[in-house]
């Protein structure tokens, strides 16, 4: 009876470590739902939406950098280059400060592929960095991230008009950033929301059914038993990089869409956004685990934390402890869950 009782102890215990977070989750919605209870309605759950949408995308490259036990802390800046590069060829053409005044009209998915591309290249970098030489990511992303923000800056800053915010986008532009598909109303589906989706579905297929998927949870579970096994790592984690830069160069684009515009300090921080909403959502920071649901789930929770606190009027200052505090929880339990499989 006593074996029984410390047995379903134990079940109920685990269950505890590997849910909560949920929890935590589930009270914070139900505090502010009992202080403002039209928090709980559509029209918010689709502000919620639009918010995490670039989000996501950008957590989706660094999951899988986060799966091979590394990290990429330049993905911020690589953000706010894409948003400076996609909103600068896609200016209206008679708007004052024109930074190509010579310009002709493109496509709208040129821009977008550019700026894709040229993040791509910066990971790719980061890639033969970690994968060839074996310099650290943390060193190696940290001069990445201090390389990239002085590529932008010095982009950014050109004659005639200097430092000066990216303004006067292309309707067709910010329509893909704030547009929707449907009647006008809360029963709407924002663009960058289908777009997310699709990357999501992407991402899932691409860790799952693919040789790829198999051999990134394979690297991040063990790298040297990977290599044994036959897997290529330093190819891999080529790919790894490239990939996840390519889609925060995505990311980038759709916020400066989102938003309308773009400077050189767009994107700050957003690495440990991405962080942040991975390891909250089950990516471990061990390596080897991780979902894609995970991940969007981890986004979600910061979304509506940063929603919801500000929709009852929290300070930001407050926001920034709680979900400082929600990090450092999500952390100790996953080292937790690593200790009991040891």
């Not at 889609?247 to 759709?254: F, I, N, W």
């Amino acid at each position: 009876m006593a074996n029984q009782q410390s047995f379903n102890f134990k079940k109920l215990q685990d269950f505890g470590v590997q849910y909560a977070i949920y929890f935590v989750f589930i009270v914070l919605v139900l505090i502010i739902t009992i202080k403002e209870p039209t928090f709980l309605s559509i029209n918010n759950f689709r502000n919620i939406l639009s918010m995490s949408a670039t989000r996501i995308i950008i957590a989706m490259g660094m999951g899988g950098i986060l799966i091979t036990a590394g990290v990429d802390l330049g993905a911020g800046r690589q953000v706010g280059l894409a948003a400076v590069l996609s909103a600068s060829m896609l200016q209206n053409i008679d708007y004052s400060r024109r930074m190509y005044p010579d310009l002709p009209v493109l496509p709208l998915i040129v821009p977008i592929l550019i700026a894709m591309a040229a993040c791509g290249l910066f990971g790719f970098i980061n890639g033969l960095i970690i994968a060839k030489l074996k310099v650290p990511a943390f060193i190696a992303t940290l001069g990445s991230m201090v390389a990239v923000y002085g590529a932008n800056s010095l982009y950014f800053d050109r004659p005639p008009y200097g430092a000066q915010p990216i303004g006067g986008l292309d309707a067709r532009f910010t329509t893909l950033g704030s547009g929707y598909i449907g009647p006008n109303g809360i029963y709407s589906i924002p663009y960058i929301v289908i777009i997310a989706a699709l990357v999501t579905v992407f991402i899932y297929v691409l860790y799952n059914k693919t040789t790829y998927g198999k051999n990134i949870y394979a690297i991040g579970g063990n790298a040297e038993a990977a290599r044994v096994s036959g897997v290529n790592v330093e190819r891999t984690l080529i790919i790894v990089y490239t990939l996840a830069a390519v889609l925060y160069g995505l990311g980038g684009s759709l916020e400066a869409a989102r938003t309308g515009g773009a400077t050189n300090n767009y994107g700050n921080g957003y690495e440990l956004d991405a962080i942040a909403a991975c390891v909250v959502g089950g990516v471990s920071n061990m390596g080897g685990i991780g979902t894609v649901p995970g991940i969007v789930i981890g986004v979600l929770i910061f979304s509506v934390i940063n929603y919801g606190l500000t929709f009852i009027g929290m300070s930001p200052y407050w926001q920034q402890i709680v979900k400082g505090a929600i990090i450092i929880v999500a952390v100790a339990l996953d080292i937790r869950k690593y200790l009991t499989k040891r």
